[in-house]
């Protein structure tokens, strides 16, 4: 069963421009949401996340928006850079666990071309 | 600060094989995860370690899958025997809080 889910597979986006990823999920349980980047032949390595609490997370060319009525969240890259080319991961997880586990989205692959 | 550590970093093997793969979490992270990711999906939470205890092990398939975390720091993940399907990338990870840090991970094909 699915709980998170990154319906576009890949995004192709011109340097400079901006690159908006989205990630929905179904477990209105969530209340903890992360963004994922990873390289080839490497681990993912953490980027942004949101609680429930807020509605936008921003970090230098990354913001991070959370809608929780629509139980959906997306990543904005502004301006995207040839070195924000790889694939990005939504997580979501339930902080009243305190497990932090973490459920993954299939990701999406960006490709920021010069 | 080192990160976390993963190996092998590749291992070919042939079904009905066994495969052992090791990680060294970071330094203090008293929790440890294993994660399968396979081709065009996201990592999947194998098992979960809280020092060297299991809190939770739903998704590990127990009739092959086994991993123990002696004393509390490195892990062990082992599939015996190998079946196609387990051809993936695993991934570990460890974390103090909710922050969770990958290694690598070991690339697993299986012929």
């Known amino acids: 069963d699915q709980q998170v889910k990154q319906n576009s597979p890949s995004l192709s986006v011109q340097e400079g421009r901006i690159s908006i990823l989205n990630c929905d999920y179904t477990n209105s349980m969530f209340d903890y949401f992360l963004w994922y980047k990873k390289y080839p032949a490497e681990g993912p390595t953490f980027l942004i996340s949101?609680?429930?609490?807020?509605d936008k997370n921003e970090d230098g060319r990354f913001t991070v928006f959370l809608n929780k009525s629509a139980k959906h969240l997306s990543l904005h890259i502004v301006p995207s850079q040839p070195g924000d080319s790889a694939v990005y991961f939504c997580a979501a997880s339930r902080s009243i666990s305190n497990d932090y586990k973490l459920s993954f989205g299939a990701g999406t692959t960006v490709t920021v071309r010069a | 600060e080192a990160g976390v550590a993963q190996s092998p970093r590749y291992k070919i093997i042939e079904k009905r094989q066994s495969v052992a793969f090791w990680c060294n979490p970071i330094?203090?992270?008293?929790?440890l995860y294993w994660y399968q990711q396979i081709l065009g999906q996201g990592p999947k939470l194998l098992i979960q370690?809280?020092?060297?205890?299991?809190?939770?092990d739903s998704q590990l398939p127990k009739d092959r899958f086994s991993a123990e975390r002696l004393k509390g720091v490195d892990s062990t993940l082992k599939i015996q025997p190998a079946k196609l399907e387990d051809s993936a990338v695993y991934l570990c990870?460890?974390?103090?809080?909710?922050?969770?840090?990958f290694g690598p991970g070991t690339r697993l094909t299986v012929l």
């Open positions: 330094s203090g992270h008293a929790t």
């Open positions: 370690f809280q020092n060297n205890g299991v809190v939770d």
């Open positions: 949101i609680s429930s609490i807020k």
């Open positions: 990870a460890s974390s103090q809080y909710n922050e969770q840090f």
